[in-house]
T-cell receptor
Framework: DTGVSQDPRHKITKRGQNVTFRCDPI?????LYWYRQTLGQGPEFLTY????????KSRLLSDRFSAERPKGSFSTLEIQRTEQGDSAMYLC?????????????FGNGTRLTVT | QKEVEQDPGPLSVPEGAIVSLNCTYS??????FMWYRQYSRKGPELLMY????GNKEDGRFTAQVDKSSKYISLFIRDSQPSDSATYLC???????????FGTGTQLKVEL
């Protein structure tokens, strides 16, 4: 499978704990995006990278959230001191940069449950 | 008011019906328009990708974009039970750029 891969698929954690998610994009894609989706809503943009550079962060991304893409390949999203409001599906997507025919392709997400 | 508005449904149709799904938007800078299909507990799957105004057809699916009205549509012909899913419209200012999504319309195609 050469699509976007996310791990783990589901994470249950207690409030106050830290969690980290991983995303492996499509290999030739140099843009990588993180989105958050809550029940009954469309995905909301969190942040994106072009290669290893983080170019934009949404105001939704509080100081407890940090994302990295150290070598321009896979990316991690860490949430510190989780809160119940962080419960959501975290989606990763990748695309080619500034391509006219370069839509975003999504992984199957990591579902986070904070108890 | 949200940048992209989409009726959440649910929409229930009999098998074989023609389905019409729609979104309106307010940002005139949007140039690229997409429709994604999302099954329960899965990520969004790209269905249609169009640039600017016009129509695009792919099998049973037709996407229409009317930039003058800020209105996009997805038509599904000969709908099947396997089409039952949530359909998300999405749009961006540039190719490969971040997307702004609608809330999604839940579709159920019944036998």
């Amino acid at each position: 499978d050469t699509g976007v891969s996310q791990d783990p698929r589901h994470k249950i954690t207690k409030r106050g704990q830290n969690v980290t998610f991983r995303c492996d994009p499509i290999s030739e894609h140099n843009r990588l995006y993180w989105y958050r989706q809550t029940l009954g809503q469309g995905p909301e943009f969190l942040t994106y990278f072009q290669n290893e550079a983080q170019l934009e962060k949404s105001r939704l991304l509080s100081d407890r959230f940090s994302a990295e893409r150290p070598k321009g390949s896979f990316s991690t999203l860490e949430i510190q001191r989780t809160e119940q409001g962080d419960s959501a599906m975290y989606l990763c997507a990748s695309s080619l940069a500034l391509g006219a025919d370069s839509p975003l392709h999504f992984g199957n997400g990591t579902r986070l449950t904070v108890t | 008011q949200k940048e992209v508005e989409q009726d959440p449904g649910p929409l229930s149709v009999p098998e074989g019906a023609i389905v019409s799904l729609n979104c309106t938007y307010s940002n005139s800078a949007f140039q690229y328009f997409m429709w994604y299909r999302q099954y329960s507990r899965k990520g969004p799957e790209l269905l249609m990708y169009t640039y600017s105004s016009g129509n695009k057809e792919d099998g049973r699916f037709t996407a229409q974009v009317d930039k003058s009205s800020k209105y996009i549509s997805l038509f599904i012909r000969d709908s099947q039970p396997s089409d039952s899913a949530t359909y998300l419209c999405a749009m961006s200012e540039g190719g490969g750029n971040k997307l702004t999504f609608g809330t999604g319309t839940q579709l159920k195609v019944e036998l």
